[in-house]
Antibody
Framework: EVQLLESGGNLVQPGESLRLSCTASGFTFSNYAMTWVRQAPGKGLEWVSAISGSDGGTYYADSVQGRFTISRDTSKNTLFLQMNSLRAEDTAVYYC???????????????WGQGTMVTVSS | EVVLTQSPGTLSLSPGERAALSCRASQNFGSSNLAWYQQKPGQVPRLLIYGVSSRATGIPDRFSGSGSGTDFTLTISRLEPEDFAVYYCQQYGRSPPNFGGGTKVEIK
């Protein structure tokens, strides 16, 4: 069974950092692009960042460019999201999501983790 | 940036009725790169349709997707009680891979 399990969400103050992790199982991790999608309370879905399965190329939404860094450890089937300089508007549930293809472009988001809550507040 | 506009915002229907949800893009984005997701309250989004019209694994055939260019539709042929949820369209052909604002299908 394909599974994604996120961890690392927490309550932090504005300007602080947080690192999210996502452990994958049930599929060959390096064969697929992976992405993070967030959902603020009561709001819609917002794509955050992605990493290609083929060459490790990374992609970011403008809203997090320069503050967030996506990475992966294929030996541990784990995806990461390092979040620096957090703002109140980053408050959301963060979903780890598997893409339908090895490259990021051209693949829908087919498997979603349960999500981890990040709250940025003083 | 491709902006996806979903309509209506809320659709009030009875079980057994047919639902048609619209997703309109502000520009072309590679016409086959369109997906639909379902999200029930308190649950994780689930992929329903990818490539405009291909059903994801385990999705019943009462769900169908159609469209081309900038106009797309998700049709639920006969609403089941478990289908009342929020539906999002998404394009994944151009950066950033945006989602629409969602259509809530509620019980009338």
């Amino acid at each position: 069974e394909v599974q994604l399990l996120e961890s690392g969400g927490n309550l932090v103050q504005p300007g602080e950092s947080l690192r999210l992790s996502c452990t994958a199982s049930g599929f060959t991790f390096s064969n697929y692009a992976m992405t993070w999608v967030r959902q603020a309370p009561g709001k819609g879905l917002e794509w955050v960042s992605a990493i290609s399965g083929s060459d490790g190329g990374t992609y970011y939404a403008d809203s997090v460019q320069g503050r967030f860094t996506i990475s992966r450890d294929t030996s541990k089937n784990t995806l990461f999201l390092q979040m620096n300089s957090l703002r109140a508007e980053d408050t959301a549930v963060y979903y780890c999501v598997k893409c339908h293809s090895v490259t990021f472009w051209g693949g829908a988001f087919d498997i979603w983790g349960q999500g981890t809550m990040v709250t940025v507040s003083s | 940036e491709v902006v996806l506009t979903q309509s209506p915002g809320t659709l009030s229907l009875s079980p057994g009725e047919r639902a048609a949800l619209s997703c309109r893009a502000s520009q072309n984005f590679g016409s086959s790169n369109l997906a639909w997701y379902q999200q029930k309250p308190g649950q994780v989004p689930r992929l329903l349709i990818y490539g405009v019209s291909s059903r994801a694994t385990g999705i019943p055939d009462r769900f169908s997707g159609s469209g081309s260019g900038t106009d797309f539709t998700l049709t639920i042929s006969r609403l089941e009680p478990e289908d009342f949820a929020v539906y999002y369209c998404q394009q994944y052909g151009r950066s950033p891979p945006n989602f629409g604002g969602g259509t809530k299908v509620e019980i009338k």
